[in-house]
């Protein structure tokens, strides 16, 4: 008999020397509207979090900046004490304004108090991984990335981060960074129809770092597509969980974090993720984003 940990979709990565299941759980969708203020159903988001945890998943993504604090504190709410399997990322680099705008915070100073704030909303003395947000809403930008990442390291090296990544950042970026200090993954968007990753994709995982797709499903505007909708109709699968699978089977690298503000539907992102896709299926979702 499988127990949760084996049975979800993928299998693991190791993230530095952290195994995590490669399907994970993004927790952005757990705030209110736009991602500002408390939940509707402050109870059905705590049941989301403790079913992840019941599924076997030991990657959840958050950021003070959600909310903000909001799921940092619904995920501490609801998990801590944390099992010892579980690795909770953040990420700094960005803070909220009072019209939900998202304006950049990378200031030496900005980025350790961001820092602080996640270790005291999540209730933890070291934070397991944290991802330098680099660029802006409308995606990565050039720029250097070294006084931001040099920052984070010497916060690694006081001992309050475990492990570092990059966010919504270019190619050049990724390996600015990785001169610096270790990278363990890398965190930007992509899914079956926004590709432009798909050189780093394979870049990093040559190098055994992590890829994590950010909006896996489109985000806001969700994926649509008649090839898409073909392909899931004569699987008998919904569209979104092609999506999730092709992601899956794109590469051993790829770490899904899925978000929803509902436990049936995060069980069935888990099942769509788990649905095994021909060669023929893949060469045709592949047209989508060329």
């Excluded at 969708?29 to 979090?49: E, F, N």
Aim: glycine share 10%.
């Amino acid at each position: 008999m499988n127990t949760p940990f084996e049975a979800l979709p993928g299998g693991t990565w190791m993230l530095g020397d952290v195994p995590v299941t490669r399907f994970g759980y993004g927790a952005m969708q757990l705030a209110g509207p736009w991602v500002m203020g408390p939940p509707a159903d402050r109870d059905g988001a705590l049941a989301v979090l403790r079913e992840a945890v019941g599924l076997g998943i030991t990657h959840i993504d958050t950021s003070d900046a959600y909310g903000p604090r909001i799921t940092n504190e619904l995920i501490r709410e609801a998990l801590h004490p944390y099992p010892q399997s579980l690795l909770i990322a953040t990420k700094v680099g960005a803070t909220r304004d009072a019209q939900g705008g998202w304006p950049t915070a990378r200031r030496p100073e900005d980025l350790r108090q961001q820092v602080q704030d996640n270790l005291r909303s999540l209730g933890v003395e070291r934070l397991g991984l944290v991802n330098m947000r680099m660029g802006d809403a409308q995606g990565p930008r050039p720029g250097s990335i070294t006084e931001a990442f040099e920052t984070l390291a010497g916060l690694q090296q006081e001992g309050l981060i475990r492990h570092l990544g990059v966010s919504n950042v270019t190619a050049e970026q990724v390996e600015e960074a990785r001169g610096i200090a270790p990278v363990v993954c890398v965190q930007n968007m992509y899914n079956l129809a926004h590709r432009h990753d798909d050189g780093l994709v394979d870049h990093l995982a040559a190098e055994n770092i992590a890829y994590v797709p950010f909006f896996p499903l489109g985000g806001f505007t969700p994926l649509q597509s008649e090839v898409l909708s073909r392909v899931a109709d004569r699987l008998g699968a919904t569209p979104m969980s092609v999506a999730l699978a092709w992601l899956m089977q794109r590469s051993p690298n790829i770490l899904l974090i899925p978000g929803t503000s509902s436990a049936a539907h995060l069980r069935e992102n888990v099942a769509g993720a788990g649905l095994s896709l021909s060669r023929d299926d893949v060469v045709e979702l592949d047209t989508i984003g060329h």
